[in-house]
């Protein structure tokens, strides 16, 4: 364990200020770093860390959110006493808390609509949805996370949030690399790393730190970004960031990494609000409104489309019966109708428009948009449906309303109301529900029920 240290922080009106526990080889480090800015920086420990929302693109619904984040679209700072996560329109997908820093690295990679994108070290999945937000719904999108437990999460995130596009892997960077040559158009590796910018909002990361943190973690950065190199067709980006502060992990690995690949080169980039950069750009609390962060942009040279030298039908083929039935209620209860795909794990889902390679060993979590299950001669539409694709028939209910459906409970409702719908607040669909003789039954999944 670290020596931590109470620290006497003199602020620049020449005031000393209370004191905060700080690993001393940690300052020491800093210093050199930072020299004369030092106490700017160690004031920053006894000020409130900085709380996000991103919205979804599209959607306006009350919050919170006040000022703008001005490097991230749809981004704003959200009161430390905000209990916007505990709200149904966080389950529904209206928005995403993040902290404002982590928004940066996925602003700079900016992926297009229809390209193909990876990110590699993907739970809980904020760099995710954020990068499938500027997608548009189009292309391809994977999200990994070689956790079993991480992974489930970044899933479900990614359902909430109305992803149509993503694909889920759990899986080693060596075990997605043979399958993905040159196969991505971006690639975002969030890597991990000692957490030194989050000292500030989990103080508990200091006592879990010590001087030769960084020279492990910068070994197995090193060893993630060979396998996304191999990935990235040529011309292609790659953004690398940590949120960590310290030249061995940040600088030091971006550096080797070019030194052992001179197809790579650092590529400047601009976002409102950030200073100007070579490539290489550090988020530091004292500078700016946000916890700390490091992001590098890279481009591997040349100009080549994006591989797939096998690419396969990854589905089971639906029978004429089945695929009348799933069309008959896609077509009856979308206002946009979609086309099924076929089976995947048992389920009704629509492909990402992207070709696929050989998936079959892999861990998949999730593929496209889940549409539901053929029972027989009837279509059970499954929850992600409903958090993806505008409805026809809805249903308007109020907080409490909605409470009480996200905990599931059966609503009332008139006489008239029939069938499939989607109880909303504030025009978001929450979910499924069939109405008959005045009453919702409720089809929220009990996974995600609140007690």
């Not at 003199?10 to 930072?34: H, W, Y």
């Not at 229809?114 to 990068?131: F, H, I, M, N």
């Not at 290489?280 to 946000?290: D, E």
Request: aromatic share 8%.
């Amino acid at each position: 364990m670290p020596r931590c240290f109470p620290i006497n922080i003199r602020t620049n009106d020449g005031k000393v200020s209370a004191m905060c526990n700080l690993p001393q080889a940690f300052i020491e480090q800093m210093q050199r770093m930072l020299g004369d800015a030092l106490p700017d920086f160690l004031h920053t420990y006894e000020l409130p860390y900085f709380r996000g929302i991103r919205m979804r693109p599209g959607v306006s619904v009350s919050s919170d959110a006040a000022e703008e984040v001005p490097w991230s679209a749809h981004a704003y700072y959200l009161p430390l006493d905000s209990r916007a996560g505990a709200h149904p329109l966080h389950e529904a997908g209206a928005y995403y808390l993040q902290e404002p820093s982590a928004m940066a690295a996925a602003a700079v990679l900016h992926p297009l609509p229809g390209e193909r994108v990876l990110d590699l070290c993907a739970a809980p999945g904020g760099k995710s949805t954020q990068l499938a937000a500027y997608m548009e719904g189009k292309g391809l999108i994977v999200c990994n996370e070689p956790v079993p437990g991480r992974a489930q999460v970044l899933s479900r995130n990614v359902e909430r949030m109305g992803i149509p596009h993503a694909m889920v892997t759990c899986a080693l960077p060596e075990q997605l690399s043979p399958r993905f040559p040159q196969y991505f158009d971006k690639i975002m590796v969030d890597a991990p790393c000692s957490g030194e910018g989050m000292f500030r909002r989990h103080p508990e990361a200091r006592e879990e730190w010590n001087p030769s943190s960084p020279a492990g973690c910068a070994d197995r950065q090193l060893y993630i970004l060979e396998h996304a190199a191999h990935m990235l067709r040529p011309g292609g980006q790659m953004v690398f960031s940590t949120c960590t502060f310290n030249d061995t992990e940040n600088e030091g690995v971006v550096q080797h990494f070019l030194h052992t690949h001179p197809d790579f080169s650092l590529l400047p980039f601009s976002l409102p609000g950030l200073p100007s950069n070579n490539g290489m750009l550090h988020l530091w609390p004292h500078l700016i409104r946000g916890e700390g962060h490091f992001v590098a942009l890279l481009q591997k040279e040349g100009n080549s489309p994006a591989l797939c030298k096998k690419p396969v039908f990854p589905c089971q083929p639906l029978s004429r019966q089945d695929m009348a039935v799933v069309q008959d209620f896609l077509s009856a209860h979308l206002v946009h109708p979609i086309s099924p795909s076929g089976l995947f794990m048992g389920h009704v889902i629509a492909l990402p428009d992207a070709p696929l390679p050989e998936l079959r060993g892999l861990r998949i979590g999730r593929l496209g948009l889940q549409l539901g299950d053929v029972k027989g001669k009837l279509f059970q539409p499954d929850h992600a449906l409903a958090l993806a694709c505008p409805v026809k028939n809805t249903f308007a209910v109020n907080e409490e309303e909605a409470r009480l459906y996200q905990n599931g409970q059966v609503l009332s409702c008139p006489d008239d109301v029939k069938g499939w719908l989607c109880p909303v607040l504030e025009g978001m669909q929450l979910g499924w529900g069939k109405a008959s003789q005045n009453q919702i039954k409720n089809h929220y999944p009990k996974g995600l029920r609140k007690p």
